[in-house]
């Protein structure tokens, strides 16, 4: 296939009137000097076109960047390949900003010359770098969050334990003696009914303020281990909403670190809430993976899905908070299809063997 030439002598009226006019900077190289700029592309630049017309490419390169754009350049000109993409930065203080830069290879007075196009996209970099700014603040703000979260949780849950769990166990030892104390008074009945009627209130009341301090502060982690905590969790589930749950783990089980034992476990909570709350299940399967190098965790359910009409609920059911965690694991949070049709949250999660040492080790 012949190459492209280009001889500006035959073509010189048009090509004046159209590149000088074009709103794109257009340029050629030839033996590693500009042998031809638009107005367009030395304002681009930075320079007028009688500083860059004639001046070899790494003298008015970047320096940050000059190595590269010199390396592209020799290997675009020893080619005949598509043309390549190549961002500029522009670093006048009174100017900064950055233009693409697109170049093919042509033959030009019969020798190789690289001819191309540039476009300003300063503007679009400066949204591009705020979109990533923004969601940089947004997940530095929901990481934030949950670890405000977690210790309010826990400020909260040692409140409930210390303080009001106290007292109701100092209520439920009054109220005992006073059960046993009452003397064969004529209202000894109905004083003794009272008495059991308030011991059994301090009972439950003492047994809903425990099982709301677990649910803000995972004890049982400390205690059995993420295994045996979930395997737990999920029995408590089946019995508490009726929905049939399994939980299957494989692998060998190993120590983690409370941080991570801790988002793994909200993790679970989540999305068991969402199960119970949402899916409009019968099944529900929890499956915890052990290797060596890493966790997985994964809810799958025969519910509606994501595609069901309660996906527009408020935050997609806590999916944000989800993620983000998943994202302070180190892991990613997969959602899908489960088995039976319904919704599948799974979270991959890498472990360094150093980490488990480590956690051994104390």
Not at 180 to 197: E, H, K, M, S
Request: proline letters at 3%.
């Amino acid at each position: 296939m012949d190459e492209p030439t280009i001889e500006l002598d035959d073509y010189e009226v048009p090509f004046k009137g159209i590149v000088e006019q074009s709103i794109a900077g257009i340029y050629i190289l030839q033996d590693g000097r500009f042998r031809y700029v638009n107005e367009t592309f030395a304002h681009m630049c930075g320079l007028r076109r009688d500083q860059l017309i004639g001046a070899r490419l790494g003298d008015v390169a970047n320096p940050a960047q000059r190595a590269a754009l010199l390396s592209q350049y020799e290997r675009k000109i020893n080619s005949r390949g598509p043309s390549e993409r190549f961002i500029i930065r522009r670093t006048l203080p009174s100017r900064p900003g950055c233009f693409e830069i697109h170049g093919t290879r042509v033959m030009f007075h019969g020798r190789p010359a690289i001819v191309g196009v540039g476009i300003d996209i300063t503007e679009q970099e400066r949204q591009r770098t705020e979109l990533v700014d923004a969601g940089r603040r947004l997940r530095e703000l929901v990481s934030n969050a949950n670890s405000v979260r977690e210790k309010e949780r826990n400020r909260v849950a040692r409140e409930l334990h210390d303080v009001v769990g106290g007292m109701l166990t100092a209520l439920k030892f009054d109220l005992s003696r006073l059960a046993r104390g009452i003397d064969a008074a004529q209202d000894r009945g109905a004083l003794g009914a009272t008495a059991v009627q308030a011991l059994q209130l301090a009972q439950e009341t003492i047994e809903a303020v425990r099982g709301i301090s677990e649910g803000l502060r995972p004890g049982a982690l400390d205690h059995l281990g993420l295994n045996d905590t979930l395997a737990l969790e999920v029995s408590l589930f089946e019995q508490r909403y009726g929905i049939v749950a399994r939980f299957c783990s494989s692998g060998c089980a190993f120590g983690l670190d409370r941080d991570t034992e801790i988002g793994i476990y909200r993790i679970f909570q989540e999305a068991m809430t969402n199960v119970a709350r949402h899916a409009h299940a019968t099944e529900v399967t929890v499956d915890l993976g052990w290797r060596s190098d890493g966790v997985t965790l994964e809810i799958a359910d025969n519910g509606l899905g994501f595609g069901g009409d309660d996906q527009d609920l408020e935050g997609h059911h806590g999916l944000l908070g989800m993620q983000e965690r998943a994202r302070e694991l180190n892991g990613i949070l997969l959602l899908g299809t489960g088995p039976r049709s319904g919704a599948s949250i799974k979270l991959d999660m890498p472990v360094r063997c150093e980490d488990i040492l480590e956690e051994i080790g104390e």
